[in-house]
């Protein structure tokens, strides 16, 4: 298996032993192995071990055999303690993804202050296995079922082409100590599950499943790679990018054949499941809208606006008292007295301090309000003016109001209202900037 393990580092990693890595290591038979043929392929190494306080004293134990091995081996290593069931609960994850995020949380870190090239991790083809039958269990998409990536940033899975079975002979071979993790015993894990009741006879049932499977990753992969190349011919015909996010033109997606596999294409990477619903915006009036869980995408006439979802805090009023001489958030805006005016644009407007009402409120649109234009006699509905400047549903959206009470005084970055402007008798003059 060295030889084999040295061939395939030669083969398939633009890497030789110049580069400096950092084993992930549990202690359990995949990482132990892959510390063993790094060390004795000439890499320089260290190791890195996550106590994740989940398992008692088993979990102390890990940490001190991962530290008597990395002496064996006269390598640094790396420990470090973490309270994950009470990260879990702060950032509202379950165990499993808050472990993974403290991992690589913290093995960046060593990579930056230690100066490591990459972490390897001891992932291998049975991993890969069983990580093809999740998602195609979630009902994942063509690149779910490509399989683990061999290298991901700053991350490399050196023994993909090595089975369970290879790795745990070698380590008897070489007479090598490892931990059996007791939590992989259980069944309560879809992965453990599939470990110890799907695939055992899934391979007694048919020879060479993990190499047949491989194979069919690779061809997966192949057309994955095929479907990447038209995206981004597809990408550049049909989206635009914002600054606030993207503009899909409908017309130009729907002369496109397989306007359905387009968008998931298009949309998967955020978040988007529901793919009924998001094919059915096509055809959808103005206003209609689908959430994923970070982003929204909104029907807007002849367009699919996809945005960030806003966030719960944007949604309030602000209050400005008298005393105010400058705001963050939402906005960066600065409340002067001055003497007379000076330059006016679209950021700077100057009002007369003393028709105000404090405390003003800056606040989003709402339906039925209207404004007196600077320069008019008569009101004028926002929906109205919002429509003759041709803006947007995300470009409204975007928009604050000053008010004061009730009154708007000024729609922010496009007009002033003509109730507040600056007169011959005004003697208290109020200038209000708003910073791009």
């Known amino acids: 298996m060295l030889q084999k393990f040295k061939e395939h580092i030669d083969s398939h990693f633009s890497f030789r032993n110049d580069k400096k890595l950092l084993v992930a290591c549990s202690g359990g038979v995949d990482s132990v192995v892959l510390s063993f043929l790094l060390k004795k392929s000439g890499f320089n190494i260290g190791l890195a071990h996550c106590n994740f306080s989940l398992r008692g004293k088993e979990s102390d134990a890990d940490e001190t055999f991962v530290i008597d091995w990395a002496d064996k081996l006269s390598i640094p290593v790396f420990t470090e303690t973490f309270d994950t069931k009470e990260f879990a609960k702060n950032h509202k994850l379950s ?82 100590q490892w931990r059996e993790d007791s939590s992989n015993a259980s069944t309560d894990y879809l992965r453990n599950k599939l470990r110890h009741d799907v695939i055992p006879d899934y391979k ?63 949309l998967h990477p955020f978040g988007f499941t529901d793919w009924q619903v998001v094919s059915e915006l096509l055809k ?46 939402p906005l960066q805006m600065e409340f002067n007295p001055i003497d007379k005016i000076g330059y006016i644009d679209n950021s700077v407007i100057y009002v007369d301090n003393d028709k105000l009402h404090y405390p003003l409120k800056l606040r989003k649109w709402r339906k039925g309000d209207t404004f007196q234009p600077f320069g008019m006699k008569g009101k004028k509905k926002l929906s109205k003016f919002f429509k003759d400047e041709k803006l947007s549903l995300v470009a409204k959206e975007k928009i604050w109001l000053l008010c004061s009470d009730s009154e708007i005084i000024w729609i922010i970055g496009y007009r002033v209202d003509e109730r507040f402007k600056v007169t011959s008798k005004t003697t208290d003059i109020l200038k209000i900037t708003v910073k791009n």
């Open 95 to 176: 165990t499993q993804m808050a472990a993974r995020d403290l991992r690589y949380q913290w093995f960046a870190e060593i990579l930056k202050d230690f100066k490591y090239d990459y972490v390897a991790t001891g992932h291998h083809a049975d991993d890969d296995l069983e990580t093809f039958f999740i998602n195609l269990s979630r009902g994942s998409g063509l690149q779910g079922l490509t399989g683990i990536p061999a290298i991901n940033e700053t991350t490399v899975r050196l023994l993909l082409p090595f089975s369970r079975a290879e790795i745990v002979a070698f380590a008897e071979e070489n007479k090598l």
């Open 204 to 266: 007694n049932a048919a020879e060479g499943v993990l190499q047949n499977v491989q194979k069919t990753q690779k061809y997966l992969k192949d057309s994955q790679d095929l479907i990447e190349d038209y995206m981004a011919l597809v990408y550049n015909l049909a989206v635009t990018e914002n600054f606030d996010g993207y503009t899909l033109h409908i017309e130009k997606l729907q002369e496109l054949p397989h306007t359905e596999a387009v968008l998931y294409q298009l």
């Open 284 to 329: 959808a009036q103005s206003g209609k809208q689908v959430f994923s869980s970070t982003h929204r995408l909104l029907k807007d006439r002849s367009v699919l606006l996809l945005t960030k979802n806003t966030s719960e805090k944007e949604k309030d009023e602000i209050l400005v008292k008298k005393s105010t001489k400058k705001i963050d958030f």
